[in-house]
């Protein structure tokens, strides 16, 4: 599967973004869970959030739960990050990753996923 990332931009602090994410490919999404991950300069890529294949289940970093709200349209082959109230520390390149659905369920290590996205920018300002 391949994706492409896209809704990245400049924002002031507080604001909000959405962040989409396109996947091409014959495999049906829904055999997916996707995760969103975020890498900002000088640090690791840390876990965002991630949504199971059929939607049901959801699980978010303890730094952005309450803020950000990630969703999917299989119909569409897309995933979605919302991004409310947005902070300075939120600036970032945001990855958009797939996994096999497996028996592990939602997972928030890198190495898990198979599939990346090229990345967008999103940058917050104070």
């Known amino acids: 599967v391949q994706l492409v990332e896209s809704g990245g931009g400049l924002v002031q602090g507080g604001g909000s973004l959405r962040l989409s994410c396109a996947a091409s490919?014959?495999?049906?999404?829904?055999?997916?869970?996707m995760g969103w991950f975020r890498q900002a300069p000088g640090k690791e890529r840390e876990f965002v959030a991630a949504?199971?294949?059929?939607?049901?289940?959801?699980n978010y970093a303890p730094t952005v739960k309450g803020r950000f709200t990630i969703s999917r349209d299989n119909a569409k082959r897309t995933v979605y990050l919302q991004m409310n109230s947005l902070k300075p520390e939120d600036t970032a390149v945001y990855y958009c990753t797939a996994d096999w659905v497996t028996p592990q369920g939602l997972r928030v290590m890198a190495e898990a996923y198979d599939y990346w996205g090229q990345g967008t920018q999103v940058t917050v300002s104070s």
């Open positions: 490919g014959r495999t049906a999404f829904s055999l997916f869970n």
């Open positions: 949504i199971s294949g059929s939607a049901d289940s959801t």
